[in-house]
């Protein structure tokens, strides 16, 4: 009913950059919030950055300064773009968003599969 593929993962030296894309398809009426999360092995899944519908933006102390998130509400499309990369960032990466389907009220979450994300040397 809903996809939410991401992609743009990859291995890349501490100090690159990487940007990940989030597509969201299917019977879509409407996205409120969008949301990045990220789990690295023997971890809790955290939050890194949300973006709203109207562009408002949220992002976790670790992040900020070196993450940009943004979107397309036009291509129902999300993005991260990761400067200043830190082995710490090593991750999967996954993607959230608050969607309303055609012919239903209520918004549900809806999660991506994930893409990795290595930064090493």
């Known amino acids: 009913q809903v996809q939410l593929v991401e992609s743009g993962g990859g291995l890349v030296q501490p100090g690159g950059s990487l940007r990940l894309s989030c597509a969201a398809s299917?019977?879509?009426?409407?996205?409120?919030?969008m949301g990045w999360y990220r789990q690295a092995p023997g971890k809790q899944r955290e939050l890194v950055a949300q973006?709203?519908?109207?562009?408002?933006?949220n992002y976790a102390d670790s992040v900020k300064g070196r993450f940009t998130i943004s979107r397309d509400n036009a291509k129902n499309t999300m993005y991260l773009q990761m400067n200043s990369l830190k082995p710490e960032d090593t991750a999967v990466y996954y993607c959230n968003a608050r969607i309303r389907v055609r012919m239903v009220i209520s918004y549900n979450h809806y999660w991506g599969q994930g893409t990795q994300v290595t930064v090493s040397s």
């Open positions: 299917g019977s879509i009426s409407s996205i409120n919030e």
């Open positions: 973006i709203t519908s109207d562009g408002s933006t």
